[in-house]
């Protein structure tokens, strides 16, 4: 079972501290007398501190398969380039044109046309 610390400011970092010595060692004598000297492990993320057992070689191989698992389904989404726009008939799509910055192509009923803003109004040219 692991144990988590979170330290604090400087007053209650040092009890914390000493906590998490007192219960790392009682943790490390409960568990020798149950299960025989297991390693324990401490990490730490910030000012969280988590202690328990270190975990055996099995069990890290096969997190390393489950994450190296999750990548390989998600990479397909993540190295497809573009991004997939759904919108209502009617409803005009815009983009830059690639020819030239200051204006915008809008796509509208199977249409392209070139234009720009002008008082929050497309006004094509």
Request: proline share 6%.
């Amino acid at each position: 079972m692991a144990k988590m610390t979170i330290n604090g400011g400087d007053a209650k970092e040092s009890k914390a501290r000493k906590l998490h010595k007192r219960t790392v060692g009682a943790l490390s004598a409960n568990h020798a007398k149950k299960f025989g000297p297991k390693p324990l492990k401490t990490v730490q993320f910030g000012v969280v501190t988590v202690t328990g057992e270190a975990p055996s070689a099995a069990v890290v191989k096969a997190s390393i398969r489950q994450g190296t698992d999750a990548l390989d389904r998600a990479l397909t989404a993540i190295v497809t380039p573009g991004v997939k726009l759904k919108h209502k008939a009617g409803m005009p799509l815009y983009a830059a044109d690639p020819k030239n910055p200051n204006l915008l192509i809008r796509q509208l009923g199977g249409k392209s046309e070139r234009g720009r803003f002008e008082s929050g109004k497309f006004v094509k040219l």
